[in-house]
């Protein structure tokens, strides 16, 4: 059983545009959720970081929203540039679990020119 | 922020060989060091969890006795795979926490290590 799901699988967008990439989850009760940027055979790159309290975290172009309430999270990418092509995973910290990180299969962005 | 690094980022190796992956973190210390494992289109699999100077806790399905991890020092731990067979092939991705950074339960990626076994 997934218990972080991230949607959509895969998408294409042109450059200069915006997107929103979408994480739902399971995991209950939860310290924290992060999204990372893995860059084809590159390890993961950490965008931001929201403990169970915050609603929402930005890096530069990237703004994260949480809602405890409906457990879901979101990845906004404003203003989409061609460095922006990987796959973004959610991954979700269960509270208590200071070692366990729970991972999305992550959304794969293509960003064309 | 906090580096990781691994060596090597690729190795090709024959059925029955063993190969040795490294990670090191390059300014700071880790107690804690985690190994993954991606396969294609896959997300990370946590293979095992180390700390420093004692035993590698192994995640369920993972043979310890394949998958050898020594945590020797509070900035080196290594992956042997021993006799590597063609299934073995994977993207093999380590992390370390940094206790004295904040948060202290960041973990901070190497860029990964790509085992071809032919």
């Known amino acids: 059983k997934n218990q972080v799901e991230q949607s959509p699988q895969s998408l294409i967008i042109l450059e200069g545009k915006n997107c929103t990439l979408q994480?739902?989850?399971?995991?209950?009760?939860?310290?924290?959720l992060r999204w990372y940027k893995q860059d084809t055979g590159r390890g993961p790159v950490s965008l931001t970081i929201?403990?169970?309290?915050?609603n929402t975290k930005s890096n530069g172009r990237y703004t994260a929203t949480l809602d405890a309430d409906t457990k879901q999270s979101s990845l906004h990418i404003t203003a989409s540039q061609l460095s922006d092509s990987a796959s973004y995973i959610c991954?979700?910290?269960?509270?208590?679990?200071?070692?366990?990180?729970?991972f999305g299969a992550g959304t794969r962005l293509a960003v064309h020119p | 922020g906090a580096v990781v690094s691994q060596h090597p980022s690729w190795v090709i190796c024959k059925s029955g060989t063993s190969v040795k992956i490294e990670c090191r973190s390059l300014?700071?210390?880790?107690?804690?060091m985690f190994w993954y494992r991606q396969f294609p289109k896959q997300s990370l699999m946590l293979m095992a969890t180390?700390?420093?100077?004692?035993?590698?806790?192994?995640e369920q399905g993972v043979e310890k006795d394949k998958f050898l991890i020594n945590h020797a020092s509070l900035t080196l731990s290594t992956l042997t795979v021993t006799s590597a067979h063609p299934e073995d092939s994977s993207f093999y991705i380590c992390?370390?926490?940094?206790?004295?950074?904040?948060?202290?339960?960041?973990?901070?990626f190497g860029p990964g290590t790509r085992l071809t076994v032919t």
């Open positions: 992390s370390a926490r940094a206790w004295d950074r904040t948060p202290s339960y960041e973990q901070y």
């Open positions: 994480c739902n989850y399971t995991v209950s009760p939860f310290s924290n």
């Open positions: 929201m403990t169970f309290s915050e």
């Open positions: 991954v979700v910290n269960p509270r208590g679990g200071y070692n366990k990180l729970i």
């Open positions: 300014d700071f210390q880790a107690t804690t």
């Open positions: 180390s700390n420093e100077g004692s035993k590698a806790t192994y």
